[in-house]
């Protein structure tokens, strides 16, 4: 007690965290069903996912009379007596694993004729409809038969033509199609032939998640494709901008401004277009690269050997599931260089309306020089015309004085006199205004 006084607060919940999945512990005939319940948009999963998928396993607890696990868990395992139940709570979905285990092991052709899901409530499994994502019997089976013997009593099981079987483990083996079949659900056959104490519980696990993660890996691929004629467009619409710009380099009038500028706008419109498909898609393709990492990863685990005349598991997902991964992926990548395109034809146009801009301001800068040139040659213009008009009055001035001064008996010539000073007066009229405005202009 006091030593647990000195843990971290995440101590204990992080290692619980390694062993909070446990495996369900199978051995002899036993079956199996599996459902993957999917409540989600294709948009990242929040808290709704979760009290959306506790909502569904307190509906199925209470029919049962069995107390829900808290609201913030993630796992529930209870034996209702009947059936076993496993419960897992996942980012986008949640998981119902049903195991029932047989008294006697029935022939593999009837394996899948009594299968858990029968006693799990009607009136529960119509509340799922429109969520199931996966759902899938396994059985398990530990009869002796010949493997091409065996090959051939599972075409009566299973209705696709393709058989997938391969020898996993060392000890058992691994039958599916991996396709729905008429009822509704998917069939896999686990053939026990020498497997060790809890082998088969993580045995069923890895198989079981094998298909929950293909399935759920497999929901980018209608965002792949409902993307692929909008991406179309986007570049269609982006190689007649790039035309449309090559056309306005042949074209200097005072119309290509304006066109530049539309053309600007109509390439942020696209941008804005292509920016909304990438983040309606972007966290589907992220998540089917995750579960493809999953599905790839649980498939190692297998250590499948080849059985003669039969497909593995992996030969069958490289076949049929890496392509539509592929198209996703290429998809993403066909977005973010687009993205880099239309950002570079951006800049591009950018920059040729600011080399027009700065063209057009230096136009200006050149007319505006060019009508100080024309002010100031008018001031000029005015400055001779000031010095004869002030030169003018101050000599009639003058002149009149010089009368005056001839009216009192002064020995003085008015004519001769305003003759004498009209220089003088001229020439300091200039002066003066000369050095008033070297004042007024600090020279």
């Known amino acids: 007690m006091i030593f647990s006084s000195l843990n971290h607060d995440l101590r204990v919940p992080l290692a619980a965290e390694v062993h909070s999945r446990p495996f369900l512990h199978l051995h002899g005939a036993e079956a199996i069903t599996h459902l993957a319940v999917y409540a989600g948009n294709g948009k990242p999963a929040g808290a709704a996912n979760s009290a959306i998928q506790h909502a569904f396993l307190s509906s199925l607890c209470a029919h049962f009379g069995v107390a829900a696990p808290a609201a913030e868990a993630k796992f529930f395992f209870h034996d209702f007596g009947r059936f076993r139940l496993k419960w897992e709570c996942h980012t986008e979905f949640a998981t119902y694993t049903f195991a029932q285990r047989h008294d006697a092991a029935p022939a593999i052709e009837e394996a899948f004729d009594r299968m ?34 065996y090959a051939r009593r599972l075409r009566r099981v299973f209705e696709g033509n393709l058989l997938v079987g391969s020898r996993v483990l060392h000890d058992a083996e691994l039958w599916t199609d991996f396709l729905i079949q008429a009822d509704g659900f998917s069939r896999m056959v686990v053939r026990d032939v020498g497997l060790m104490e809890q082998q088969a519980g993580r045995l069923v696990q890895r198989v079981l998640e094998i298909e929950t993660y293909r399935m759920m890996c497999l929901l980018g691929l209608p965002h792949a494709h409902a993307a692929t004629p909008a991406l179309n467009a986007i570049e269609g619409e982006l190689a007649e901008l790039t035309a449309a710009m090559v056309a306005t380099d042949d074209r200097r009038d ?19 277009r292509l920016e909304k498909l990438a983040v309606d898609d972007s966290y589907r393709f992220s998540a089917s690269q ?33 392509p539509a991964v592929s198209t996703c992926a290429a998809i993403a990548s066909r977005q973010e260089a687009l993205a880099r395109r239309i950002a570079q034809t951006n800049d591009l146009l950018r920059t040729r309306v600011g080399i027009v801009q700065e063209r057009q301001n230096r136009q200006i800068l050149q007319s505006m020089n060019r009508r100080a040139a024309q002010q100031l040659k008018l001031q000029q213009a005015v400055e001779g015309l000031s010095v004869a008009a002030i030169s003018y009055y101050v000599i ?21 006199l305003t003759g004498l000073l009209v220089p003088v007066v001229a020439a300091g009229v200039w002066l003066g205004l000369r050095r008033m405005h070297r004042r007024m202009h600090g020279g």
């Open 116 to 149: 858990p899901l029968q006693h799990a409530p009607q009136q529960w499994l119509a509340s799922l409809q429109g969520k199931i994502m996966v759902a899938t019997h396994v059985a398990l089976d530990g009869s002796e038969t010949p493997p091409q013997e």
């Open 396 to 416: 009639g001035l003058l002149g009149y004085a010089g009368k005056a001064a001839k009216a009192a008996g002064w020995p003085v010539n008015p004519d001769l």
């Open 254 to 272: 005072g119309d290509s401004h304006d066109d530049e500028q539309e053309l600007l706008g109509r390439i942020t419109r696209l941008a804005a």
């Open 290 to 322: 995750a579960y493809f990492r999953l599905v790839q990863s649980r498939i190692e685990e297998l250590r499948e050997e080849r059985m003669e005349g039969f497909p593995t598991v992996e030969e069958f997902m490289d076949r049929r599931l890496t």
